[in-house]
């Protein structure tokens, strides 16, 4: 089974941060929110550069709509905003996670998470 | 800040699971694989319905490689398998989520997970 390495984080500067992410065709990535304190993952959306640099200045956690295609600041609208606390990119650089403090539900349905479909056999 | 709905989840038969997955222009959708055990985020990777049906069926993930282009049944050479445990789908239909029990690393680095580049100002 080979050996698991120890949970060593791999710290990065901003920019090497920024120049990690690899982004598809469209310009980019996807971003997987995470709840810092419960673990939960709370929802997966899209970031272009633009609004991962903004996210990391500023803290407050700004996605691409690809359906309005603009920014999209979380909890604009709503209030149920995300906080960055965390941010990781993956192993190949076109995945991030984000560890967020998440005031309020994070799905736009009043759900806590939008991960709230199951499969029941 | 409106109401956190309680933390039900909504049971989906297989068939309506499956029928409720929206996959992207080139047939996929993106899995994100949270380990059961620890609630660490492991991996994001893509399946199509093929896979998605075998994941389901055999309870052992299989994503589709977009690299190789081809099934790709996580640990077949590593060793290191996933086993589904539970599998979301979020609200709009575009995002799986799978709690899996791993076996060694999820990462081909060897590290516990693909997460390990972290932001760090």
């Given amino acids: 089974m080979g050996t698991i ?10 920019e090497n941060f920024l120049q990690s992410v690899k982004y598809d065709a469209a310009g980019l990535v996807p971003a997987v929110a995470q709840d810092v304190t419960t673990g939960a993952v709370l929802m997966l959306a899209w970031m272009n550069e633009h609004s991962l640099r903004q996210t990391i200045t500023t803290g407050n956690v700004t996605y691409w709509s690809r359906s309005r295609q603009q920014l999209w600041r979380k909890g604009e609208t709503s209030g149920h905003t995300q906080r960055l606390v965390e941010a990781y990119v993956d192993c190949d650089g076109d995945t991030l996670l984000l560890k967020v403090e998440q005031t309020g539900p994070a799905c736009h349905t009043g759900a806590p998470a939008c991960f709230f479909r199951m499969l029941r056999e």
Wanted: no cysteine; aromatic share 0%.
């Fill in 5 to 14: 390495m120890s949970d060593v984080q791999t710290p990065l500067s901003r």
